[in-house]
């Protein structure tokens, strides 16, 4: 029998799979990126939205307070597929490279936090909840901003790596 039958139920879920993603960017992945990158301006914008990713994870927890639900987070598949792609990419390259597999892996990443958060405030919008819209705009912001700069430095840092080639 299927547990999801309306679309509050189906935004609850949802918001379940994001509250998942970013605590798994907040506690673990994050902070393993920032220790292993070498380029500094690719470091610093991975710690300004590690603080950032904190933020979002408390204003996820608003969006559950403002229905009166608890927060739940459910195991997100399409983010663990990500991850499990990154690490098998990492293991297949040599470590000269790595900025430019951890920045392509956070430019997948930030895309798939804007489509979730595009969708969750569709989904806000038309259930009337004004006040989750707000939270999630905040988040939707900081997402897109994040991959802005993320393509910013990978335009960079792909032009260094290939000069160095030659
Ligand atoms: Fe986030
Ligand atoms: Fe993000």
Redesign the pocket.
Known sequence: MPEITNPRELFLHELGDILYV?QK?ADEVLPKLISEVSDDEFRNGLEG?LR??RG?VENVKKVFAELDEMPKAEPCLGFEGLKKEHDKLKSETTPDLIDSVDLGAAAR??SY?IAAYEGLRRMAKALGEDRAVDLLDKNLA??KE??RLVEKIATRVSKESAQALA
């Open positions: 970013e960017l939205h950032e990713t979002h990443t930030e936090e900081e997402e994040a991959l």
